[in-house]
């Protein structure tokens, strides 16, 4: 299985950015399709963005497009999400994960391989 650890995050002010990274191990591929999801306490996961293994075909949650960006590099087996803009609303438990097959309805399910997740944490 693909091993995902998350990292940068942190604490902002809104209209902040912040850059997320999540480095994969293990059974790495440049087809493996890559995602982001977020969890606040008490709520259920939430798709955020989702990359094939061509960097231009992308699909976003309608509550970041236009201010967040998922990127990866394939040599480097490393995936990015770009946030900008920050609002209090996108505070949460930023997750990686990591799968097989390309769904246009990103969920949970349609990913094996998880991170242990990093806090962002957006102030008004």
């Known amino acids: 299985q693909v091993q995902l650890v998350e990292s940068g995050g942190g604490l902002v002010q809104a209209g902040d950015s912040l850059r997320l990274s999540c480095a994969a191990s293990?059974?790495?591929?440049?087809?493996?399709?890559m995602g982001w999801f977020r969890q606040a306490p008490g709520k259920e996961r939430e798709f955020v963005a989702q990359i094939a293994w061509s960097e231009r075909v992308t699909i976003y949650a309608d509550s970041v497009k236009g201010r967040f960006t998922i990127s990866r590099d394939n040599a480097k087996n490393t995936a990015y999400l770009q946030m900008n803009n920050l609002k209090p609303e996108d505070t949460a438990v930023y997750y990686c994960?990591?799968?097989?097959?390309?769904?246009?309805?990103?969920?949970?399910?349609?990913?094996?391989?998880w991170g242990q997740g990093t806090q962002v944490t957006v102030s008004s």
């Open positions: 994960a990591a799968g097989s097959r390309w769904s246009i309805e990103p969920r949970p399910s349609d990913f094996s391989s």
């Open positions: 293990g059974r790495t591929s440049s087809r493996l399709i």
